[in-house]
């Protein structure tokens, strides 16, 4: 087997989007060490003769293919119906289900395994989460502040605060000043029972942190649940969430209000929160929040 990397990032010289590869990687592992976890650790790597910062990347995907990609090459193009006009390259080779598996999800998993934080937490899971506090944590893209601003103004109505609840971009809610960044969030990893809210976009999928997030609730086992918002489809979900699992679909206009009710008593229940007294308050905050996501 060899494998094949692309990844996605925006050139600040140009300001476009730009795509490299690199191939004919022998093993996993090289994959891993060189690229994968650097990749995830939101290090700086050099890539196709590019060094690549954390902020500029966008997406990283992994390919597999029989041989090496030059004979790979021959052989589609070999396998190519007479009379058709189509010449096969590196690029879209490795893109092409036909000759080539994407096993991007198999490796992001592999790599955030061998993190040791990761690591760290799973180990300090057994037989202790029991004790723990439980904390609401909404992991998010920046791209969506705006509507993750109205999805904590909502759960506040049903007794969230900020002694309960963690979002990276709602003030008081948020990193205090001050502290590290990444000791800050591996605390609360480690510290509480999570309940995680995924809010789903393209722009959560192409955050290399967001991906850190999602396969340490993986690893953790965490209970979670998925917000998905406007413009992004059920079948684009990928990594650890699991797609066939209900989720609260913004765009369902005759199913999104139903689905958030089923939530807060979900929330409720997980949280030992008193029961909502005043349902009008809810359903106000819920119909608001409706509405900006769908803005």
Not at 34 to 42: A, N, Q, S
Not at 153 to 182: A, V
Not at 192 to 212: E, H, M, R, T
Request: with cysteine; proline share 3%.
């Amino acid at each position: 087997m060899f494998y094949h990397i692309r990844i996605d990032y925006f050139d600040k010289k140009l300001k476009v989007n730009q795509t490299l590869y690199e191939y004919d990687y022998s093993t996993k592992e090289d994959v891993l060490e060189k690229i994968v976890k650097p990749y995830l650790e939101e290090k700086r790597i050099v890539f196709s003769g590019a060094i690549l910062n954390a902020e500029d990347r966008r997406q990283i995907s992994v390919y597999e293919t029989d041989n090496d990609i030059k004979t790979m090459i021959l052989v589609a193009n070999q396998n190519m119906t007479p009379g058709v006009i189509y010449v096969y390259n590196d690029e879209n080779l490795v893109c092409d289900s036909d000759y080539s598996k994407d096993i991007t999800k198999e490796m992001v998993h592999a790599a955030l395994e061998s993190v040791d934080v990761i690591k760290a937490a799973k180990e300090d899971q057994t037989g202790k989460n029991d004790k723990k506090q439980p904390l609401l944590f909404i992991s998010h893209s920046t791209a969506d502040e705006e509507i993750v601003t109205g999805l904590v103004e909502m759960l506040r109505t049903i007794g969230f605060n900020k002694n309960n609840l963690f979002c990276s971009s709602f003030p008081g809610y948020d990193i205090p000043e001050g502290e590290d960044i990444y000791d800050y969030l591996q605390a609360k990893l480690l510290d509480y029972k999570l309940f995680v809210i995924f809010v789903l976009s393209d722009s959560y999928y192409n955050s290399a942190a967001c991906l850190n997030e999602m396969g340490a609730a993986w690893v953790l086992k965490a209970n979670y649940s998925t917000i998905i918002l406007p413009g992004f489809q059920i079948p684009d979900i990928k990594g650890a969430v699991n797609p066939r699992k209900m989720a609260v679909v913004m765009e369902d206009d005759k199913r999104v209000r139903g689905k958030l009710n089923q939530l807060k008593d979900r929330l409720i229940e997980f949280f030992g929160l008193p029961e909502t007294e005043d349902y009008t308050i809810w359903e106000n905050d819920r119909n608001k929040f409706v509405n900006i996501a769908k803005a």
